[in-house]
């Protein structure tokens, strides 16, 4: 999943992490209703199109200065707390509730990302995480509507901060989180120097969801440290009761891997970020820019980071199925998150822990025959060890025969399944590991295609 696309979607999903036992949540950055914040220099003007096309102000009034000196009193306690001045001053966008609406719909539900979304849930439907049924594109659309908050905005540089509410405590503290953000992109540039961009992620959703780590768990963790050192008297009751009585019903009736996906960079960054913390302060984090984490791998295994860099693999080129009349429509790579996601299906948590462990690398290649509505997915892993691809191969067999019933063949090496004319095909060679998807009158032709084990990309 192309999570660089998809950071606007859950801003701040944990941002009550840091308090006892919240709910899962999200919260709004909103400052009062007669205030505009705004920072030195930087004008309070908040450009809008209007439903004639032309531009329009957004109806955010000037700010007042209780709330502009709060602003500037968290900013630089984040920078004393994290240890990052800020470079030039932070540009803030005012805009209304709808007018954000608007505008992250028109930034996130474009052309490119519907289609990243599409190709998705058909991949992920086939590895039993999503229903065949689901609208992802449309899930993610009123997931904006529902969570949408303030946030910072890679692509422009700028803050966009809500103005039609109260700023209250878990304003404060979504400010906290995402003035960090800032700070991230003025001293590592995330576009260019993380290449944390759709079109750098393309092909590879894993390792920007590794970089979404380190970014989200870098400012929630300073985010705790912000709650226990400055923020006001009553701010930690404030949020404790937003989070006893807020809801999401969209996000809280999303599909388990779905809201555990939207939450892995806030969760399991923090856990990564924390654990670098902890070795020499804020010094290792900052190194970690510089040598950013390549997988969700190390993300999961912090002692994994930074040497147990993943391989690549070369996709085969597949030219004698392509005549027949398929077509390969996307490819991408996994990690080792989404496999554990995918055996934990129906497997015992642990057991699918161990099986996706040892994860080196993989490709995933969705083929496609227009016109005849019939899919086929190719998925090679490839281990740190033979051992590893031993217990993900008696794993995927246990994962078989719970989800598809009694294999047809079977051996030490190799197992299929046949299910309403869907054939799934599982295959161990070497380290590496094949796991095929398609219709079963065709998976023969399709498996003589492919030759194992694949090279890997130098």
Partial sequence: MDRSNLFLILILILVGACVPSPPTATTTAQPDPTTTPTTP??????????????????????????????????????????????????????????????????????????????????????????????????????????????????????????????????????????????????????????????????????????????????????????????????????????????????????????????????????????????????????????????STEQILHPERYPQDVPVRLEIPALSSWMDSGWEASHKDVLGEWVLRKMLALHLPINSASVAAEGWGGDFVLLLEKPGADQQALIQVIQWDTMRDAHEFTAAYKAYGRERFGESQRSSTTFAEWVTEGTGVLLERQSNQTLIMYGPSGELAALRDAIALPVRTVP
Wanted: proline letters at 6%.
């Fill in 41 to 294: 220099d930087v004008p309070a003007v908040s450009p809008t199109v209007a439903p004639d096309g032309e531009l329009a102000l957004a109806s955010c009034p000037p700010l007042a200065g209780d709330v502009l000196n709060q602003i500037r009193t968290i900013e630089s306690q984040v920078s004393q707390l994290r240890g990052l001045m800020a470079q030039r001053p932070v540009a803030h966008r005012l805009l209304t509730t709808e007018e954000l609406r608007l505008r992250v719909s028109d930034d996130f539900l474009t052309q490119d990302s519907t289609q990243v979304a599409e190709a998705d849930a058909i991949v992920f439907s086939v590895l039993g995480l999503l229903p065949e049924s689901l609208d992802l594109r449309q899930l993610y659309a009123d997931l904006l509507d529902e969570q949408v908050a303030g946030f910072y905005d890679f692509d422009r540089d700028e803050m966009v901060v809500v103005c039609d509410g109260e700023f209250n405590g878990v304003a404060r503290l979504t400010y906290t989180h995402e003035f960090v953000h800032a700070l991230q992109d003025q001293r590592f540039p995330v576009e260019q120097d993380l290449a944390y961009l759709p079109s750098a992620c393309e092909g590879d959703s894993q390792r920007c969801a590794a970089t979404q780590a380190l970014l989200e768990g870098d400012a929630a963790l300073l985010q705790e440290q912000w709650l226990r050192r400055f923020a006001p008297t009553g701010d930690l009751a404030d949020v404790a009761r937003f989070f006893s009585s807020y809801s999401m019903p969209i996000f809280e009736s999303a599909p388990a891997f779905i809201q555990s996906d939207l939450t892995f960079p806030y969760l399991e960054g923090l856990f990564f970020v924390r654990s670098l913390y902890l070795k020499d302060g804020w010094v290792t984090v900052d190194a970690a820019y510089d040598n950013p984490p390549q």
